[in-house]
């Protein structure tokens, strides 16, 4: 059992986080950030998966998670069961048989796992500290440096097979460090995690982090 990591830092300019203001400068933004995370070298490396996921997962979800797993193992298990139910039944009609993307899990169960292979991945082998899980609300987590004290804002996308375009992710986030600029005291790092789900037991988990200078 594998995460597959790919991580980058780069730095945001008082210019950039100006950006956020309006749709136009925020596409000019887009494609700022794009040009960076095409041109910069990221950092690869593979570690193993926590020994107890669900655990994580209960740590660091938004919402009560249990059975998330076994509904992801289900999935994968029954990718070539075109036709078939969740529950093993075929359709007796030749054109209206069920697509086996009809057996996605759910989104919420998705999501879970990804917020909990992300936050274990940001604590353990980061070494950021734990500070808050907002619920209904952007960020996911706030994180700590541990020894500046500076403060990590952290966004989790998670999506099944292969990952998306998490621009507009970052450009949110962006836009939360430009609103709060100057009523927080420090200075603030912003993370977007994507987390792809690979397999059951193989994960792709991809960290962009952005600091303000």
Same mark, same amino acid.
């Given at each position: 059992?594998?995460? +597959?990591?790919?991580?980058?830092? =780069?730095?945001?300019?008082?210019?950039?986080?100006?950006?956020?203001?309006? $749709?136009?400068?925020?596409?000019?933004?887009?494609?700022?950030?794009?040009?960076?995370?095409?041109?910069?070298?990221?950092?690869? +490396?593979?570690?193993?998966?926590?020994?107890?996921?669900?655990?994580? =997962?209960? +740590?660091?979800?938004?919402?009560?998670? %249990?059975?998330?797993?076994?509904?992801?193992?289900?999935?994968?298990?029954?990718?070539?069961? %075109?036709?078939?139910?969740?529950?093993?039944?075929?359709?007796?009609?030749?054109?209206?048989?069920?697509?086996?993307?009809?057996?996605?899990?759910?989104?919420? @169960?998705?999501?879970? =796992?990804?917020?909990?292979?992300?936050?274990?991945?940001?604590?353990?082998?980061?070494?950021?500290?734990?500070?808050? $899980?907002?619920?209904?609300?952007?960020?996911?987590?706030?994180?700590?440096?541990?020894?500046?004290? @500076? $403060?990590?804002?952290?966004?989790?996308?998670?999506?099944?097979?292969?990952?998306?375009?998490?621009?507009?992710?970052?450009?949110?986030?962006? @836009?939360?460090?430009?609103?709060?600029?100057?009523?927080?005291?420090?200075?603030?790092?912003?993370?977007?995690?994507?987390?792809?789900?690979?397999?059951?037991?193989?994960?792709?988990?991809?960290?962009?982090?952005?600091?303000?200078?």
């Amino acid at each position: 059992m594998a995460i +597959n990591v790919r991580t980058l830092d =780069i730095q945001i300019t008082a210019r950039e986080l100006g950006l956020t203001r309006d $749709r136009f400068t925020r596409s000019l933004l887009r494609q700022n950030l794009e040009n960076k995370l095409n041109s910069s070298i990221w950092n690869t +490396n593979t570690v193993s998966d926590p020994l107890y996921l669900q655990s994580e =997962i209960d +740590n660091f979800a938004e919402r009560l998670a %249990a059975g998330c797993l076994t509904n992801v193992q289900n999935y994968f298990s029954k990718l070539g069961m %075109a036709g078939y139910t969740a529950g093993g039944r075929r359709a007796s009609s030749q054109p209206m048989l069920y697509d086996k993307k009809q057996l996605l899990p759910s989104s919420e @169960d998705i999501g879970a =796992i990804g917020e909990g292979v992300a936050g274990w991945y940001l604590e353990t082998h980061e070494g950021l500290a734990f500070e808050v $899980r907002p619920f209904g609300v952007s960020p996911d987590f706030v994180f700590r440096k541990p020894r500046s004290g @500076d $403060r990590v804002l952290v966004e989790v996308k998670t999506s099944l097979h292969s990952g998306r375009s998490f621009l507009s992710v970052a450009v949110g986030l962006l @836009d939360i460090l430009a609103k709060t600029k100057f009523i927080r005291k420090g200075k603030y790092f912003a993370y977007v995690v994507q987390v792809s789900i690979i397999s059951p037991d193989q994960f792709n988990l991809e960290r962009v982090g952005m600091e303000e200078i």
